[in-house]
């Protein structure tokens, strides 16, 4: 028992309400001076006052239209709620990308159904596009026009184009041997994409996207795209991407089967 | 004795009209399936159509407008002038993101007199913002509004974001060492970014943005647009950036000083 495709429809348009109403949250903030704070002195990973001001804005809304939907965001964590819906939220994806003033942050919406994504929403409101997936299909919207994803699957991972955010996520003996291999097999590797990569495996354009140690909110909402466009999406154990971890996205079943075979030795 | 500042304005407006003009040449081979031809085996530097079309456009508005101009183009190479003018051209910069579906590749058009960059702009026509410099200063043109730019510099290397286009470029053991020290000592290291990385250190966003291996087309038309911000540009050996090797653009002179005193061990 999955959800009402038609209930879907309109949980779906809702997202891209979300998304549209986040973006004079974020939008004034990119390219000025913001307020970086480290949350990990280790690690540099910053929060904007528009990673904040966003997930706030989308909280409120949810809250005021679907009071029983659960919530999990990046920035203000769980939400509980008594329905099977769950919306997960990355108000920036790749805040390392804003803060450099590239354009390859995105914002991430999803919504599952009893923990299984059924609908994702990728945003880049500084480039105008909105990548979106459903059971009905995967989009780019652009310019009032939505243009259905399909991937186009490399024959074989030697012609592959791989991308991944940061080779130091990369951080086990088994992590770093498995990139080293997959840099040594494809066509060519590419990094500091985050989210965006993904959408381009649906797009088309990428054959394999992997990350290490991505969490929820960075993965579950572009599952529904991924899918939805022909693709397959993972931990590298095979499990559902939803919980995050490590992950790998493929455009057909025989690239995700060859780049798998990479982490045994 | 310079360039007539009068002439250089003109000069500049035709520069951005020639970014305009490309754009049809561009924009209909970007995230569709293109050409791809290798153009050494060994590296994957592919060239596509659009990066031909682009330049075959604008050596043409080039000759009809200033015959006596010269141009050297990434694609078609050198065309010899009776004037002082020079114009550089690469029509994408960036092939690797273009090809990978990622949005920070762009269009370069840059202008020497006497061998000098006096005029530089970098066209990203997806994305739909232009950046530009001259003499008159540096600005980022959006939806028909130009912005001034002005470097933003970090105190010290410790909290300096830094950019390079691949650590796969820093192929000798001073260059990789190099690379080493400057992950270890600044703030940030971001990848992937090309010419865009140059113009967001003239955007104040991005403090050191370094290269080994440039071509000049890679990087004389960003030199006027960083030099304009306020920043500084040079080999790494402090000769001028113009003829292309490796470069480092930086916020200030503080950060550029501290910066190369990582070359010596």
Request: proline share 6%; aromatic share 10%; net charge negative.
């Amino acid at each position: 028992m999955g959800p009402d495709p038609r209930e879907l429809e309109g949980l779906l348009a809702f997202a891209l309400h979300l998304a549209e109403q986040s973006e004079p949250a974020i939008l004034p903030h990119f390219r000025a001076a913001t307020a970086v704070t480290n949350k990990l002195e280790v690690d540099f990973d910053p929060v904007t006052v528009a990673d904040t001001a966003a997930e706030t804005v989308m909280r409120q809304l949810i809250g005021q239209r679907f009071p029983d939907h659960g919530i999990y965001g990046e920035e203000f964590g769980i939400k509980e709620g008594t329905s099977p819906y769950t919306w997960i939220l990355d108000p920036i994806d790749g805040t390392r990308s804003f803060i450099f003033g590239s354009v390859v942050w995105t914002t991430l919406i999803g919504l599952n159904y009893e923990g299984t994504p059924v609908l994702g929403v990728m945003n880049q409101p500084y480039v105008r596009e909105t990548f979106f997936g459903s059971p009905a299909g995967a989009f780019c919207r652009r310019d009032g026009a939505d243009r259905r994803l399909s991937v186009r699957p490399a024959k074989q991972l030697s012609e592959a184009l791989v991308t991944t955010t940061a080779p130091s996520l990369y951080k086990s003996p088994q992590e770093a041997a498995f990139l080293e291999r997959m840099k040594a097999t494809a066509r060519n590797i590419r990094y500091d994409g985050d989210a965006y990569f993904y959408s381009l495996v649906a797009a088309g354009q990428v054959d394999i996207a992997l990350d290490a140690g991505l969490q929820s909110y960075d993965i579950a909402p572009l599952v529904p795209i991924i899918e939805a466009a022909g693709g397959i999406v993972s931990t590298w154990s095979r499990e559902p991407a939803t919980h995050g971890g490590n992950i790998i996205a493929a455009a057909s079943k025989d690239l995700y089967e060859e780049a798998l075979t990479l982490l045994e030795d």
